[in-house]
């Protein structure tokens, strides 16, 4: 089944401690992205990658790293998370020219940090 | 600054209604997507397009690339189109912009 992967769904952690959220696609997209989504503000671009070893920032990168080695997988970091990153988080894969493609969607990252 | 606005913010119908959902951008694009997410927290990806009109069942996507202005149009609307209807448009750098979406309860 053609799928993007997200793990772990929910999570709470506490300031300071390192996390990735893993994201995986198995349709052999080149474009991949992060986002967040918060009340209010809407879903909002994190980073973006439009092939392998090539990201790029979205609107809201400030606190997150990110790295592409293989085309599947997309790894979102929070080196020292921070209470204001509390958010859901969805990573998402199209083909080709990536943002004028049909944008296919994992299942979400629920992430509390105290 | 968002560069997309949607309207309404939110929008309760009665069942059966024909719902409209306005997007509005500032920048010429080239593709514009509608998203779906329902209640669950899912995300999926309804229409994009560039120009003219597109359907899919009892949804239609409609675009005017010179007034930088989408519509979603729901025809005969039931109670599990309750949702976010979430409008965005791909930059020309790669990244991708998205509205606050637009909330739709439709009641029995």
Redesign the interface.
Known sequence: EAQVTQNPRYLITVTGKKLTVTCSQNMNHE?M?W?RQDP??????IY?S?NVEVT?K??VPEGYKVSRKEKRNFPLILESPSPNQTS?Y?C?SSGGD????????G??TRLTVL | KNEVEQSPQNLTAQEGEFITINCSYSVGISALHWLQQHPGGGIVSLFMLSSGKKKHGRLIATINIQEKHSSLHITASHPRDSAVYICGYGGSQGNLIFGKGTKLSVKP
């Open positions: 474009y992205s986002y209010g503000l809407g879903l909002r671009q973006y439009m790029d979205g609107d859901l969805f998402a990536g943002s004028y493609n049909e944008q296919f969607f299942p979400g």
